[in-house]
C-alpha cells in the first residue's frame, strides 16, 4: 500500500493533522501517535529524518514549528517519501502564504483536502501543486 498515516505536530508534541490509510482504533492511533511523536522529537538534527518503528518506518522532517511525519511500509523509498513531505509543504506555502501552525489550525478542512487530494489509499497520486489547488480556488472562489 504504502503510506499508512500523516501526521503533523507541533514542537509540544500536540497533533495538528492526521490522516490514517489503515483502520487504527482510536485508542491505537492515540497510543501510537504518543509513541511516535515522543521517538521523533527527541532526535536531534544531526540523525537522520527514518525511524523504525513497530512494523512502520517513520519518515520525517521540521519545518519552523511543524513536524511533518509518515508513515509507511518497510520496503518504501524514504527520499521519496521526504520529496513528497516537501511537495506538501510547498503545495501548502503557495495556498496560505509560508504555511504555519495556525494555517493548519483555522484551516484543517483545506489541509485535509490537499492530502485528499494527494493522496488516496495510501498511494500518491497527484503531484502537480496546481491539480492539488484547482478545486480549493474554485471552493474559496464560490464562498
Aim: proline share 1%.
Amino acid at each position: 500500500m504504502g503510506i499508512r498515516f500523516i501526521l503533523m505536530v507541533n514542537k509540544q508534541g500536540q497533533t495538528r493533522l492526521a490522516q490514517y490509510y489503515e483502520y487504527l482504533t482510536i485508542e491505537e492511533r492515540r497510543a501510537l501517535e504518543g509513541e511516535i511523536v515522543r521517538k521523533c522529537l527527541a532526535r536531534n538534527e544531526q540523525q537522520c529524518s527514518f525511524v523504525e518503528h513497530r512494523n512502520y518506518k517513520i519518515v520525517y522532517r521540521r519545518y519552523a514549528s511543524l513536524f511533518f511525519l509518515v508513515g509507511v511500509d518497510n520496503d518504501e523509498n524514504e527520499l521519496a517519501i521526504l520529496e513528497f513531505i516537501h511537495l506538501l509543504v510547498e503545495t501548502m506555502d503557495r495556498h496560505f502564504g509560508n504555511v504555519c501552525e495556525l494555517d493548519i489550525m483555522f484551516h484543517l478542512e483545506k489541509a485535509h483536502f490537499m492530502l485528499e487530494e494527494m493522496v488516496m489509499n495510501g498511494c500518491i497520486v497527484e503531484t502537480s501543486k496546481s491539480n492539488i489547488l484547482a478545486p480549493i480556488q474554485l471552493m474559496d472562489k464560490a464562498s
